[in-house]
């Protein structure tokens, strides 16, 4: 057993000096997403809510729990809106559309 904790704790020293705050520096990191890959990337999740918003399925709450990481993108927000009305009437979604409409309008 003190092998064992011998182990456990040669790697929690080893991890913490990986992610010490002063050997990690975001400099390093590339954007991902700029430029034309930005309005791709836009483009495609809007169509994606786009479809989902208006197939004749069951709006759920999963739907609404994920809206709200996307209406930083304009057409996302115009298509929340949209459905806002109905959403907040329904008891099921009225929380979680409160709080899309929240997210809207900040």
């Known amino acids: ?3 064992h904790q011998g182990n ?3 790697c ?3 991890l913490s000096l990986l992610f010490q705050p002063s050997s990690f520096s975001k400099k ?3 954007p991902r997403y700029i430029g034309h890959n930005l309005e791709l990337a836009h483009e495609v999740i809007s169509d994606a809510l786009t479809d989902r918003l208006n197939s004749k399925s069951k709006q759920n709450s ?3 729990q994920i ?3 996307f209406v930083s993108i304009p057409r996302v927000r115009c298509l929340a809106s949209r459905h806002l009305e109905r959403w907040l009437q329904s008891p099921a979604l009225a ?3 409160r709080a899309l409409f ?3 309008v900040t």
Request: aromatic content about 0%; some cysteine.
């Open 28 to 30: 390093r990191i590339r």
């Open 12 to 14: 929690c020293s080893s």
């Open 102 to 104: 929240s997210k809207i």
């Open 1 to 3: 057993e003190s092998q």
């Open 8 to 10: 456990v704790q040669a």
């Open 95 to 97: 929380g979680l559309a």
């Open 67 to 69: 809206l709200p990481s």
């Open 62 to 64: 999963r739907l609404l």
